[in-house]
């Protein structure tokens, strides 16, 4: 197995896929990702390290192909998947590739952000996700139907919660823990 560092961050954006004018910067899981870089440009020992930035950057005009390759090349790279999972969340062709891919080829442990909730007693009872996390996997049922094959951790949208899943050991390919579904509390 290759050394893995990076943290491979899946979020939804409409498709196609359109950084002109305002695009995906308008669409609300890929600003939760931008603030991601955002706390590793203003502080470099947040724990972030991102996946997307060791391979070209793929373009409107781009195929189909040239995309999944993209995406595959990205999550070889990386020890985790960040998921924003939210009420904007909608399936899409990337985010069922990049989860399908990450979870069942590769078993990359998966970090579920939920930027609608700040507080972890808002997804979670005692240190499982509640129903409302739940209720948000219903829009991803590739996450849902295969989460319990990998390690989980759930946290609300929160710099400390997130920053703690990121330093935990056990939400990465290398040191997969066996508690398959964690939430921080």
């Given at each position: ?25 308008a ?15 203003k ?24 995309l ?5 090349a ?24 990049e ?5 069942n ?14 507080l ?14 739940k209720k ?17 951790a ?6 400390t ?25």
């Amino acid at each position: 197995m290759s050394y893995r560092m990076y943290n491979y961050s899946a979020f939804y954006v409409a498709e196609p896929f359109n950084e002109s004018n305002l695009g995906a910067y308008a669409t609300p899981d890929f600003v939760y990702y931008n603030m991601l870089r955002a706390w590793k440009g203003k502080d470099s020992s947040f724990p972030f390290y991102d996946a997307h930035q060791t391979t070209y950057n793929v373009r409107d005009n781009s195929t189909w192909d040239t995309l999944k390759e993209r995406l595959h090349a990205r999550l070889r790279n990386s020890k985790n998947i960040i998921l924003f999972l939210s009420s904007n969340t909608k399936y899409s062709r990337a985010l069922y590739e990049e989860l399908d891919y990450g979870i069942n080829v590769l078993g990359l442990p998966v970090i579920v952000v939920y930027p609608d909730y700040c507080l972890n007693s808002t997804i979670a009872d005692g240190n499982k996700p509640n129903a409302t996390a739940k209720k948000l996997w219903e829009s991803l049922p590739v996450f849902r139907d295969n989460c319990h094959k990998v390690p989980t951790a759930h946290v609300p949208l929160d710099k400390t919660f997130i920053q703690q899943a990121l330093n935990d050991k056990d939400f990465t390919v290398q040191n997969k823990s066996t508690n398959y579904c964690w939430c921080y509390s």
